[in-house]
């Protein structure tokens, strides 16, 4: 039972992506990406303000650590993936956003002291195989003489600057519960997104934004975090962990059904490149804690 847990939360970020696309049509990047927030914060406000209030004296020296973190993981993180929707896939997407927790890995090593293992060189390199292979479109000459589309640039941005948020919060541990730091996280990243917000062409919420507003803003960033976390206490980190590497399988079904996106042999075999990099290199890194634990 408590395995639909992760398994729900994936596949509402599966949908993320999914969300970007449509929305990219219908409001201005910069709009959804502030309302996200606005609405998210104005829904967890009544829960969580008095217990920001009672501990504002503990909060207040951590403040530039977690406006940082609102910078990486709630400004540039989600407003790339919506600039990045127009020149690219939601397959695309939820493939490169899948390379987050290896490039966690190699970060945690400046960042957290941490060593690598000649499995995660092999993944890193079996991955980046596979991502080359997908954004080529299987035709090598063709990525060398054009590169890579703009969409999947700022991807591939957005991916390591996810990581590198993920990396911080486990190196800044700040005396707070995982909702407070969400919460002042959140409101910083409204303040951050307003300038981009008010510069918006198409900021009304229409019939046809109000769904993919509410999606994001209520699935994408509160019920998903909540259940990842329920996940993570009722099974551990690394059960739950397992489950982003559905994100892509999960995505790609989706996006041909309600995108019509074609998934060709490229996306096939360069997917499976990756997400089998990620895996076992994730993999060593359970059998390395496990041993270290018993020892």
């Given at each position: 039972?408590?395995?639909?847990?992760?398994?729900?939360?994936?596949?509402?970020?599966?949908?993320?992506?999914?969300?970007?696309?449509?929305?990219?049509?219908?409001?201005?990047?910069?709009?959804?990406?502030?309302?996200?927030?606005?609405?998210?914060?104005?829904?967890?406000?009544?829960?969580?303000?008095?217990?920001?209030?009672?501990?504002?004296?503990?909060?207040?020296?951590?403040?530039?650590?977690?406006?940082?973190?609102?910078?990486?993981?709630?400004?540039?993180?989600?407003?790339?993936?919506?600039?990045?929707?127009?020149?690219?896939?939601?397959?695309?997407?939820?493939?490169i956003i899948s390379l987050v927790p290896l490039i966690s890995m190699f970060l945690s090593v400046p960042l957290l002291s941490q060593r690598l293992s000649p499995l995660a060189i092999v993944g890193a390199i079996l991955s980046l195989g596979g991502l080359v292979l997908m954004l080529s479109h299987g035709n090598l000459?063709?990525?060398?003489?054009?590169?890579?589309?703009?969409?999947?640039?700022?991807?591939?941005?957005?991916?390591?600057?996810?990581?590198?948020?993920?990396?911080?919060?486990?190196?800044?541990?700040?005396?707070?519960?995982?909702?407070?730091?969400?919460?002042?996280?959140?409101?910083?990243?409204?303040?951050?997104?307003?300038?981009?917000?008010?510069?918006?062409?198409?900021?009304?919420?229409?019939?046809?934004?109000?769904?993919?507003?509410?999606?994001?803003?209520?699935?994408?960033?509160?019920?998903?975090?909540?259940?990842?976390?329920?996940?993570?206490?009722?099974?551990?980190?690394?059960?739950?962990?397992?489950?982003?590497?559905?994100?892509?399988?999960?995505?790609?079904?989706?996006?041909?059904?309600?995108?019509?996106?074609?998934?060709?042999?490229?996306?096939?075999?360069?997917?499976?490149?990756?997400?089998?990099?990620?895996?076992?290199?994730?993999?060593?890194?359970?059998?390395?804690?496990?041993?270290?634990?018993?020892?």
């Amino acid at each position: 039972m408590f395995y639909l847990l992760p398994l729900l939360t994936v596949s509402i970020w599966a949908g993320n992506a999914i969300v970007n696309k449509l929305s990219f049509s219908v409001i201005d990047p910069g709009a959804i990406a502030f309302y996200r927030w606005f609405f998210a914060m104005l829904v967890l406000t009544p829960f969580l303000a008095k217990s920001i209030w009672q501990h504002r004296k503990t909060i207040k020296p951590y403040l530039p650590k977690l406006a940082f973190l609102s910078l990486l993981g709630m400004v540039l993180n989600q407003s790339l993936g919506y600039f990045a929707a127009a020149t690219t896939t939601a397959t695309n997407m939820a493939l490169i956003i899948s390379l987050v927790p290896l490039i966690s890995m190699f970060l945690s090593v400046p960042l957290l002291s941490q060593r690598l293992s000649p499995l995660a060189i092999v993944g890193a390199i079996l991955s980046l195989g596979g991502l080359v292979l997908m954004l080529s479109h299987g035709n090598l000459h063709q990525l060398a003489a054009q590169g890579i589309t703009q969409g999947d640039g700022l991807l591939l941005i957005a991916a390591f600057v996810y990581a590198l948020y993920c990396v911080l919060l486990k190196r800044w541990q700040m005396p707070l519960t995982n909702w407070q730091s969400v919460y002042v996280q959140g409101v910083l990243a409204v303040i951050m997104l307003f300038p981009m917000f008010v510069s918006s062409e198409r900021m009304a919420i229409t019939a046809e934004a109000f769904p993919l507003v509410m999606y994001a803003a209520m699935l994408g960033s509160l019920i998903a975090p909540w259940c990842w976390l329920l996940g993570i206490q009722r099974l551990g980190a690394d059960r739950t962990a397992m489950f982003m590497n559905l994100m892509p399988v999960i995505t790609a079904l989706i996006a041909s059904v309600v995108l019509n996106e074609q998934l060709e042999s490229y996306h096939y075999i360069g997917g499976v490149m990756v997400l089998s990099g990620v895996a076992l290199a994730q993999k060593k890194v359970k059998a390395r804690q496990q041993k270290m634990a018993t020892a």
